[in-house]
């Protein structure tokens, strides 16, 4: 059974059990009062657990969790101090990843436009009901006649053909309104000019990839860049949510487990439900009540836990919650509501505590091994024992050079699709170069995979268990992830639409 992961201490040690930990979680506090080190003290506890990690680094603080901390940060030093931590702390970095949408700090991160499906990509459009019938029509057709929809200027050129032959459409598909397509088209700018359209395109990302061990069997924390990002937070929650749902389509179903198979952090989590149909928070909630068989732990972070709604608020059963600030009305009721989502402790005041609380210091219920959530404790957060603070430039492209899937992600492939099928074009042959690099890259990584994979095999079958997902059902997985054909795409939407369909 997985050690407990230590977080905080108050007359005795407070851990969270691993065999819980995808039970899920939320993480709340006003702006100041310690949430990112808390978030950096989990990550790094998970990694050291060999549980690998996502996370987006909303400011670049989080960077620092590839090196190791310093005995020079007073702070750390005196906190380890007074919780009495000794050997129970030490200075070292944690195996890490970096990924950028935009490729400027991280490995670039890129789905296809046929991967993330009409329902995810009208929600990042922001497209009224009729518009989506009409982008959905245009994907149908792409996939009725083989056209490989993978960036913008492919569901631009499709949806261009579609209103160009929307007589011979209507009676099969439906009627496509040239008002509706003028829409999208101008919604695709937008994102465009956004930077949107750096997320479209191959080689795309295998989720798969976020969930590796390094040395020692630490799991990798894969860090997205997301400051640039958060710009354009339409397109940060689209991204993360349509990865939740990568997760829980390609993950198998592994029931109760001794440790999660990867931990997600979601920052500015109220992003996610903004304005979100209740369609689509039905489904969300869904997501987040049914990905936990999956082996997969998800935990919110944000300043209050109001910004996430009920339903998947009643799903969260591990809480560290950091102080509130009480000056107003409003403020004073949104305390109230907080304290209200906790186990009582009778020795405690919840609701006066939390506005009391000081930097580093949180009320903490985490769930116990029969899945009841604990009395709320007050408690002093353990210190990260990674670097607080972001690295150098220097230290980061290090970092990348030194990473996993280094090679694999670098160079955009433009191959030939619905653009220069419709546009009577021939495919870029600089991508065909960058196709046969990329492809050796992700040869020789899949290869080591597959050796761990036969190792783990191997222990398995020593200690007289079975592998439900063992090399030869990987060797499968990978290469239908690998086809790049529209056939893949279709079952990847199918099963995201059963997830995300909104109800008629």
Request: charged share 25%; glycine share 8%.
């Amino acid at each position: 059974m997985a050690e407990p992961l230590l977080v905080g201490k108050s007359a005795h040690d407070i851990a969270l059990l691993p065999a819980m930990a995808n039970r899920h979680g939320l993480v709340a506090g006003a702006t100041g009062t310690g949430k990112t080190v808390t978030l950096q003290r989990l990550a790094e506890a998970f990694s050291r657990s060999g549980v690998p990690v996502f996370l987006a680094d909303i400011k670049g603080d989080l960077s620092g969790l590839c090196q190791p901390g310093s005995a020079e940060n007073v702070r750390v030093v005196q906190r380890v101090k007074d919780l009495e931590l000794k050997e129970a702390f030490e200075f070292a970095g944690c195996p890490t990843v970096f990924w950028d949408v935009f490729g400027e700090q991280g490995h670039p991160v890129r789905t296809t436009i046929s991967e993330m499906g009409p329902l995810l990509l009208s929600r990042l459009l922001e497209l009224n009901e009729t518009q989506c019938g009409v982008l959905t029509i245009a994907f149908k057709v792409a996939d009725d006649n083989g056209l490989l929809l993978l960036d913008l200027k492919d569901l631009r050129a499709m949806l261009q053909h579609v209103s160009t032959i929307a007589k011979e459409l209507s009676a099969e598909y439906g009627n496509v309104s040239p008002a509706s397509v003028g829409a999208i088209q101008r919604a695709l700018l937008r994102i465009e000019e956004q930077g949107g359209d750096m997320f479209f395109g191959e080689p795309a990302l295998n989720i798969m990839d976020l969930i590796q061990t390094g040395e020692k069997g630490r799991g990798i924390i894969n860090i997205l860049a997301a400051d640039k990002l958060l710009q354009s937070p339409r397109l940060y929650a689209t991204f993360l949510l349509w990865m939740l749902a990568e997760l829980f389509e390609q993950l198998p179903e592994v029931g109760d487990i001794a440790k999660p198979k990867i931990v997600f952090f979601f920052d500015e989590a109220h992003l996610l439900f903004n304005d979100a149909p209740k369609a689509l928070l039905e489904k969300i909630e869904q997501v987040v009540r049914l990905i936990r068989s999956k082996g997969v732990g998800v935990y919110f972070v944000t300043q209050n836990p109001l910004d996430v709604p009920d339903t998947v608020l009643a799903q969260l059963g591990n809480r560290v919650q950091h102080a509130l600030r009480a000056f107003t009305p409003r403020d004073k009721k949104a305390v109230a509501a907080a304290a209200q989502t906790f186990r009582q402790n009778p020795n405690l005041d919840t609701e006066e505590v939390i506005t009391q609380l000081g930097v580093g210091e949180a009320l903490v219920s985490f769930l116990d091994e029969k899945g009841t959530p604990g009395v709320v404790e007050r408690a002093l957060i353990v210190p990260p024992g990674t670097l607080i603070g972001p690295i150098s430039l220097e230290q980061r492209k290090a970092v990348m050079a030194a990473s996993v899937v280094a090679g694999i992600y670098d160079k955009l492939v433009d191959r030939e699709s619905a653009y220069e099928i419709l546009k009577g074009k021939v495919a870029v042959d600089d991508g065909d170069e960058a196709d046969a690099e990329a492809a050796a890259k992700r040869a020789e990584f899949e290869k080591k995979r597959n050796e761990k994979a036969t190792e783990s095999e191997a222990k398995t079958a020593a200690k007289g268990g079975s592998q439900k997902d063992g090399v030869v059902m990987g060797f499968v997985k990978s290469a239908a992830r690998s086809m790049g054909t529209a056939i893949v795409g279709i079952i990847r939407r199918g099963i995201m639409e059963t997830i995300f369909r909104k109800k008629r």
